[in-house]
């Protein structure tokens, strides 16, 4: 099946600062999504992205489908940031394939 | 619009037991996709369910099943609990394909 994977692991900040995360697929897929888990394990939508450049507020995403990834920018990191970022692929089916996350750790 | 909402929020079990989760779906939706997540395996997917029709399945044993009402709300069953079933179960609604699913708040089983 397709693999999925999201670098880097565990990231830390200084509060203010800019950051790229980074998903890369191993095949072709229909369509993409950015999740948030917050501290209680509830994953919060950020982005349905199959191709192209997408922007909220502080929070953009770019996705190359013919190069197999998708990068999410954090601008001007904030505390609330704080948590596990999952990238998630549909591939064949309508079953999402997530990576492994990257744990983001803003401090004050 | 109401988000997914999940039953019961926790729940502690011991070995042997059986289990039912439940999942009340986006107002609308008619897809529901149920994913187990653990520490060392990340986030899996157990099944998804279209119209009371599984439409796909993960990689689990039997232990594990659900299924689907025509009010568009699912269960999940897991029978014969082991330790390693102890995860946070994740369930997601989406209108229909081509459409970005989302994600309830979870039920975390804790079996013993």
């Known amino acids: 099946g397709i693999q999925v994977e999201q670098s880097p692991p565990d990231l830390i900040l200084q509060e203010g600062a800019n950051s790229t995360l980074r998903c890369n697929f191993s095949d072709s897929v229909n369509n993409l999504q950015w999740f948030h888990q917050n501290p209680w394990g509830q994953l919060i939508n950020l982005f349905y992205i199959p191709s192209g450049t997408k922007q909220n507020g502080r929070l953009s995403a770019t996705t190359v489908a013919t190069e197999r990834y998708s990068l999410l920018y954090i601008s001007s990191s904030q505390t609330t940031d704080s948590g596990v970022y999952f990238c998630?692929?549909?591939?064949?089916?309508?079953?999402?394939?997530f990576g492994g996350g990257t744990r983001l750790m803003v401090k004050p | 619009k109401a988000g997914v909402t999940q039953t019961p929020r926790y729940l502690i079990k011991t070995r042997g037991q059986q289990v039912t989760l439940s999942c009340s779906p986006i107002?609308?939706?008619?897809?529901v996709s149920w994913y187990q997540q653990t520490p060392g395996q990340g986030l899996q997917f157990l099944f998804e369910?279209?119209?009371?029709?599984?439409?796909n399945k993960g990689n689990f044993p039997g232990r594990f099943s659900g299924r689907q009402f025509s009010n568009s709300r699912s269960e999940m069953n897991v029978s014969t609990l082991e330790l390693g079933d102890s995860a946070l179960y994740l369930c997601?609604?989406?209108?229909?394909?081509?459409?970005?699913?989302?994600f309830g708040p979870g039920t975390r089983l804790t079996v013993l």
């Open positions: 369910y279209f119209s009371e029709t599984q439409r």
């Open positions: 997601a609604s989406r209108a229909g394909d081509g459409n970005e699913q989302f």
């Open positions: 107002s609308g939706h008619r897809s």
């Open positions: 998630a692929v549909y591939n064949a089916g309508n079953m999402l394939t």
